[in-house]
């Protein structure tokens, strides 16, 4: 069996991460008994200087990438199908707004120190909560409930939730990921070298696993 060490850069305001992600667990589902491999989330914010309220989804859209509604009516059920492809749900008339992503990522940070499969399971529950139910991913009871979901510790989280704890760790790793050339997301680097970019289907994922497991 090869081990691999997967670094997924993503943010929780990504559909295409969403799609990602559970395209990526398919893929390595796959491959099991051939291939093991330790997920970990690295930060990246879509929209760093989104104000605090957020911004209607169909004019930043529009203002970031000229997209037309038609474009973004067909783009949404594009998303919806390659998301129920890989069994996740996107409830996208329930997405108005885009909100600011900096607090979800501080969660994620800690997370990931606390237990096997926690930033995993929170990662899950922070798009869900935007994708699927069309939360507010900057709101604080929302991250709360996230967290508690995700089987953190409540208490920790809100005080993490409430303070500026991990700010400086997310913003390390946010630039080093940008000074590593990734400008876009998901971005999923294997093994320190190997970059696989988008929200990749599961087949193309196995291949590229399989191949990287072999040179290793």
């Given at each position: 069996?090869?081990?691999?060490?997967?670094?997924?850069?993503?943010?929780?305001?990504?559909?295409?991460?969403?799609?990602?992600?559970?395209?990526?667990?398919?893929?390595l589902?796959?491959?099991?008994?051939?291939?093991?491999?330790?997920?970990?989330?690295?930060?990246?914010?879509?929209?760093?200087?989104?104000?605090?309220e957020g911004?209607?989804i169909?004019?930043?859209?529009?203002?970031k990438?000229?997209?037309?509604?038609?474009?973004?009516?067909?783009t949404?059920?594009?998303?919806?199908?390659?998301?129920?492809?890989?069994?996740?749900?996107?409830?996208?008339?329930?997405?108005?707004?885009?909100?600011?992503?900096?607090?979800?990522?501080?969660?994620?940070?800690?997370?990931?120190?606390e237990?096997?499969?926690?930033?995993r399971?929170?990662?899950?529950?922070?798009?869900?909560?935007?994708?699927?139910?069309?939360?507010?991913?900057?709101?604080?009871?929302?991250?709360?409930?996230?967290?508690?979901e995700?089987?953190?510790?409540?208490?920790r989280a809100?005080?993490?939730?409430?303070?500026?704890?991990?700010?400086?760790?997310?913003?390390?790793?946010?630039?080093?990921?940008?000074?590593?050339?990734?400008?876009?997301?998901?971005?999923?680097?294997?093994?320190?070298?190997?970059?696989?970019?988008?929200?990749?289907?599961?087949?193309v994922?196995?291949?590229?696993?399989?191949?990287?497991a072999?040179?290793?």
């Amino acid at each position: 069996m090869k081990h691999l060490k997967i670094d997924f850069v993503s943010d929780v305001s990504c559909p295409w991460c969403a799609i990602g992600l559970k395209s990526l667990e398919r893929a390595l589902e796959n491959t099991r008994g051939d291939i093991e491999a330790n997920i970990h989330f690295q930060p990246f914010e879509l929209n760093p200087q989104m104000v605090a309220e957020g911004e209607d989804i169909e004019e930043h859209l529009h203002r970031k990438y000229g997209a037309t509604p038609e474009q973004g009516a067909r783009t949404r059920e594009m998303i919806r199908e390659r998301g129920a492809a890989v069994g996740f749900t996107f409830n996208m008339e329930k997405r108005g707004r885009i909100y600011n992503t900096f607090d979800a990522h501080r969660l994620l940070h800690w997370a990931e120190g606390e237990g096997e499969g926690r930033q995993r399971a929170l990662k899950l529950a922070l798009f869900e909560a935007y994708f699927t139910r069309g939360e507010d991913p900057s709101n604080h009871e929302v991250l709360l409930r996230a967290a508690t979901e995700a089987g953190l510790d409540a208490q920790r989280a809100q005080g993490i939730i409430e303070s500026n704890e991990f700010a400086g760790e997310v913003r390390s790793q946010e630039q080093y990921y940008q000074q590593a050339g990734i400008h876009s997301v998901p971005a999923v680097i294997i093994n320190d070298r190997h970059l696989i970019s988008g929200g990749q289907p599961p087949e193309v994922f196995e291949q590229a696993l399989r191949q990287i497991a072999q040179q290793a």
